[in-house]
């Protein structure tokens, strides 16, 4: 029998998981597990081996042993649909997961070319970033190319707006962060003045959205402004550095009253690329257009002649901060990727020995002009 038409249920909308997000094509995706007699459910949250499911009876304990794959990239989280064992089974096992439709990953701090799942099945990713301390650009922009690499819509909140007074400076900031996110809505908030909230709830008000940022961006605050009750814990941030305590330690799922699906994650310290061109190249999109007009398809936009790239910078078209930015997370994303090809890698060093080659015979030639 389809979950769709359950006794009482009319459509997917009266379905038990409609509130997480249960649609038709996740139903379909889930038929052949409805034969076996599982159950379909959506993880929100995961311990140490062991994972809270919700399904149609409500939330279940159950472990993930069986679908603890070699790759880190298969491994349950937080967001992701299952199949899990019916009621009498004990104990209660995941037995699959369906097929992710995005994922928001990052590298881990390992020597090994490994990437970390944060969360799965997102259509928003909400960077959470602190006005109560100076912004950093480049770290937006680096939390940024993993949403976009993800698949998710990425949105800037600014939080703690009421901490900025001053409507000509908040207005001079909103602007900062719009040109460090082009595509990207870009939404000020104050969870204790409510300013902003109305906004957010709308639209988180469809689908799954992911809270990202550091310690003491507001994340825990936002989430329980977005709940209307005070679910998550939250302390106040250090007044030296506007860091938190990680208040959050688990990343957790929750339904909105509203519509809609929240995920909480901890304050994340290191944010790490993981195979992620596409997503910095979609957060710098103004450099790839500019790039299409370089003289070389190559150009990496360091001292190649024709480059048009640099040429924007030198007319003031374009900030250098940007383009340093840039090339720091392209390096970055490429060293990621060639730790398991060694064929990149040996592109990479031959091009760093080209490039070394061809500073030092600029140098040489400018001591003799200068000689």
Known sequence: ????????????????????????????????????????????????????????????RAD??????????????????????????????????????????????????????????????IVAVSLAVELDLGRI?????LAWESGAQPVVVLSKADL????VTLAHLVEDVETTAPGVPVLTVSAHAGDGLDTLVALVGSGTSVLLGQSG?????????????DVMDVQAARDVDGKGRHTTTTRNLLALPGGGVLIDTPGLRGVGLFDAETGVGQVFSEIEELAQECRFSDCGHESEPGCAVRSAVEAGELPVRRLESYRKLMRENQWITAKTDARLRS???????KRGAEGK????AKRGRWG
């Not at 900025?164 to 409507?167: C, E, G, M, Q």
């Not at 592109?347 to 020995?353: A, F, N, Q, T, V």
């Open 1 to 60: 029998m389809s979950f769709s038409t359950l006794p009482g249920s009319s459509s997917f909308s009266s379905h038990p998981l409609a509130p997480y997000g249960w649609d038709a094509d996740w139903e379909a995706e889930f038929a052949p597990h409805a034969e076996r007699g599982l159950l379909p459910g959506r993880v929100v949250r995961v311990d140490r081996g062991l994972c809270d499911v919700v399904t149609p009876a409500g939330v279940v």
């Open 64 to 125: 993930t042993e069986f679908v603890v794959p070699r790759d880190p990239m298969k491994v349950v989280c937080t967001g992701d649909w299952v199949a899990v064992d019916p009621e009498g089974d004990d104990p209660r096992y995941v037995r699959t997961l369906l097929p992710r439709r995005t994922a928001f990953v990052r590298s881990t701090s390992s020597k090994r070319s490994e990437g970390q799942i944060l969360a799965a099945n997102v259509d928003h990713a």
């Open 141 to 145: 922009e680096r939390f940024l190319a």
């Open 164 to 167: 900025v007074p001053d409507p």
């Open 217 to 229: 961006a507001g994340k825990s605050t936002l989430a329980n402004a977005l709940l209307g009750e």
């Open 347 to 353: 592109e990479i060093k031959k091009d760093w020995k």
């Open 361 to 364: 015979a600029a140098m040489e």
